[in-house]
């Protein structure tokens, strides 16, 4: 049986007991439905193997092989990872575009009496349906974006306010990016489509009558390009900015950063393309700074002489309107969490 899907949303709110992917595990790398399990019936090596045969030598013979191979590989997930389920259990399988391997595959489950359906489309429809959520439609949501110079701990805030039932969306979480030169982190960046998927499962969990705090970035973190509705959205939303001294800025980022802090000569390598845009001497400078250990003056600077600069003249380019600023001495826990308490109060009596 086969499950036609007409919206994000319903697609989302499936009701099924188990979502299957069963493509490669390449595939699902890249990205996948939201919950679902990864059951491949062909490895990255077959399916290669299987689609070069189809193309050089004969469909017959590749659709024979990977025929095989499919059941094969169906029957070890049924006799493992599937063999506790009771006889209710109801699985929706899907595969890349709705074809051969979630057919054979629900096909089995099916013939064990389990309630099995495929998605129709595969893959490809549920890239159709967040695409036209991310690109093609407007966002049902008022954004609020939070600003305010680098190492004011916006990120930080984001988890406070969450926890004070404040709506937030955390783009640089999800983008695996402190949204900065130097803002990679430990195992990279997810690919965009799995970014978007991981965006389109927290907009899936929020209230349209009720804002979402979003923090101000540019329209791309990292490698991560945001899509056209939620730049839109952002670019359209009033701004809360934070403000913090220079000194408890440095001394944030110091502790923020200090994975890359810690690695010298990578810290040198990713400074050095600012020569063109801060010049030679600052750029020489930092790199003395880097050398003598001094992180915390390296910090001072790179807020006060790069990003400074630099979130100013971003900020007359946009003028955003900004509903109102805060202020905080300190950046420590205590400082966040007055913070976020007085964000979150003001919140309530905003009109946004």
């Known amino acids: 049986m086969t499950r036609v899907f007409q919206s994000?949303?319903?697609?989302?709110?499936?009701?099924?007991?188990?979502?299957i992917d069963v493509r490669s595990p390449a595939e699902f790398e890249e990205d996948h439905v939201p919950g679902a399990i990864s059951l491949p019936v062909l490895d990255n090596e077959e399916r290669a193997r299987v689609g070069t045969i189809y193309k050089q030598e004969s469909p017959f013979r590749a659709r024979k092989i990977g025929a095989a191979l499919v059941f094969r590989n169906a029957a070890t997930h049924i006799a493992g990872p599937l063999a506790h389920h009771e006889g209710g259990w109801r699985p929706l399988v899907y595969c890349w575009r709705g074809g051969q391997r979630s057919g054979s595959f629900a096909w089995m489950l099916q013939q064990i009496g389990w309630r099995a359906e495929m998605v129709e489309g595969g893959y490809r429809t549920y890239r159709r349906l967040v695409t036209r959520a991310l690109y093609d439609e407007a966002l049902p949501f008022r954004m609020v974006q939070l600003g305010?110079?680098?190492g004011t701990a916006k990120t930080a805030l984001l988890g406070r306010l969450a926890a004070r039932d404040v709506q937030v969306?955390?783009?640089?979480?999800?983008?695996?990016?402190?949204?900065?030169?130097?803002?990679?982190?430990?195992?990279?960046?997810?690919?965009?489509?799995?970014?978007?998927?991981?965006?389109?499962?927290?907009?899936?969990?929020?209230?349209?009558?009720?804002?979402?705090?979003?923090?101000?970035?540019?329209?791309?973190?990292?490698?991560?390009?945001?899509?056209?509705?939620?730049?839109?959205?952002?670019?359209?939303?009033?701004?809360i900015e934070i403000a913090a001294p220079l000194e408890a800025r440095a001394a944030y980022l110091d502790a923020a950063y200090d994975d890359v802090l810690s690695d010298r000569e990578e810290l040198k390598r990713k400074l050095a393309p600012l020569r063109y845009h801060r010049g030679h001497a600052l750029v020489e400078h930092w790199e003395t700074l880097?050398?003598?250990?001094?992180?915390?003056?390296?910090?001072?600077?790179?807020?006060?002489?790069?990003?400074?600069?630099?979130?100013?003249?971003?900020?007359?380019?946009?003028?955003?309107?900004?509903?109102?600023?805060f202020r905080t001495e300190t950046l420590g826990p205590a400082g966040l969490d007055d913070l976020a308490d007085r964000i979150a109060a003001a919140l309530q009596t905003m009109s946004i």
């Not at 994000?8 to 979502?19: E, I, M, Q």
């Open 290 to 325: 880097i050398g003598a250990g001094e992180r915390l003056a390296l910090c001072r600077s790179l807020a006060a002489d790069h990003y400074d600069p630099a979130y100013d003249k971003s900020m007359r380019a946009m003028t955003p309107t900004v509903l109102q600023s």
């Open 8 to 19: 994000l949303d319903g697609l989302l709110r499936h009701g099924f007991d188990t979502v």
């Open 169 to 239: 969306l955390d783009l640089e979480g999800m983008a695996r990016h402190r949204g900065s030169l130097l803002g990679d982190m430990p195992g990279g960046q997810p690919s965009q489509k799995a970014f978007e998927t991981a965006l389109v499962g927290a907009l899936h969990g929020l209230d349209p009558a009720r804002p979402v705090i979003v923090e101000a970035e540019s329209s791309k973190i990292g490698q991560i390009l945001l899509p056209p509705s939620l730049w839109e959205a952002m670019k359209q939303a009033p701004w």
């Open 148 to 150: 305010g110079y680098t």
